[in-house]
């Protein structure tokens, strides 16, 4: 009668467990890691500097992103976050 049992069980739930399983797709993105995609971890490594750890020496040794950087941030303010207030996007 136990055995009975252990295999109702095991029927009803056999189903839905392969219901769960998906397929994993494997891609190469160490590209992505080389731009800086988990630059976050920086923030937390405290074998970093401050300043590092901050973001402030992204820019610092390199004049002219800061520079585009500044150009665009300041193209953003004039004319798209007029628009964005006026619609009510916060």
């Not at 009668?1 to 109702?8: D, R, T, V």
């Not at 750890?53 to 007029?82: H, M, P, V, W």
Request: glycine residues 8%.
């Amino acid at each position: 009668m136990l055995g009975g049992l252990f295999a109702g069980v095991v029927a009803l739930v056999a189903p839905s467990a392969e219901a769960g399983v998906t397929n994993v797709d494997l891609f190469d993105d160490r590209s992505a890691k080389q731009k800086g995609f988990d630059i976050i971890y920086e923030a937390r490594d405290l074998d970093l500097p401050q300043s590092k750890r901050d973001g402030i020496d992204q820019f610092r040794g390199d004049i002219a992103a800061t520079k585009t950087r500044l150009a665009e941030s300041s193209r953003r303010i004039n004319q798209e976050l007029g628009e964005m207030v006026d619609k009510e996007y916060w």
